[in-house]
């Protein structure tokens, strides 16, 4: 079966609702995928802290790292586990918070309109086959909702601020798994190619 939108939600994602969001400008189309990259703490897999994250309820005392991000509120539309599951924080409807500071093509402020991707990885480091096949499908359908024009990392939108997800991120694997169904047309970064 087809996974479907539901006001905002994806039906083949798990649900794990964040506060961390808001409206999007009156008006403006959803016109960019921006893919990040997260682990909590840094290099490690699995667990439940970025969805405590994403949620307001990380434990600030767990691991040291964890103070130095302590008090942010952050969120993405949906995170891709190392496994190829696919959980969803925000509607896509909504202004998740995950780009900050941010620009694309002479656009500044991409929350406003881009639906944010984490991969969970480190920025630079490989992903897992299973994440690129959860983020292709994921995309098919997102382009089916929304009238998606580019897709691209965060280190394309916040130059210097940001470098996920990074030199370990294919993107020529992407638009190869994107060709075929209309997708391939969008607007890659310069790694693309």
């Known amino acids: ?5 539901y006001a905002g939600w994806w039906s083949a994602a798990r649900r794990c609702r964040s506060p961390n969001f808001g409206l999007r400008p009156a008006g403006m189309p959803v016109s960019l995928l921006l893919v990040h990259s997260i682990s909590l703490p840094p290099g490690e897999y699995g667990g439940e802290s970025i969805e405590r994250l994403f949620t307001n309820r990380l434990d600030w005392a767990a691991h040291p790292y964890f103070e130095t991000i302590r008090g942010i509120e952050v969120s993405a539309h949906f995170l891709i586990r190392r496994d190829g599951e696919v959980v969803q924080f925000v509607s896509c409807d909504r202004r998740a918070w995950h780009a900050g500071r941010s620009g694309w093509r002479g656009r500044p402020d991409c929350n406003d309109f881009s639906i944010g991707v984490e991969l969970e990885g480190m920025e630079g480091q490989t992903f897992e086959s299973p994440q690129y096949m959860a983020l292709a499908l994921l995309a098919r359908g997102i382009a089916r909702r929304y009238p998606i024009e580019a897709v691209a990392g965060h280190e394309h939108v916040a130059p210097g601020r940001k470098a996920d997800p ?12 994107l060709s075929g169904v ?3 047309d969008w607007d890659f970064p310069d790694s693309a190619t």
């Open 182 to 184: 209309g997708i391939a």
């Open 1 to 5: 079966m087809t996974p479907r939108w």
């Open 166 to 177: 990074g030199a370990g991120f294919e993107w020529p694997r992407l638009r190869e798994l």
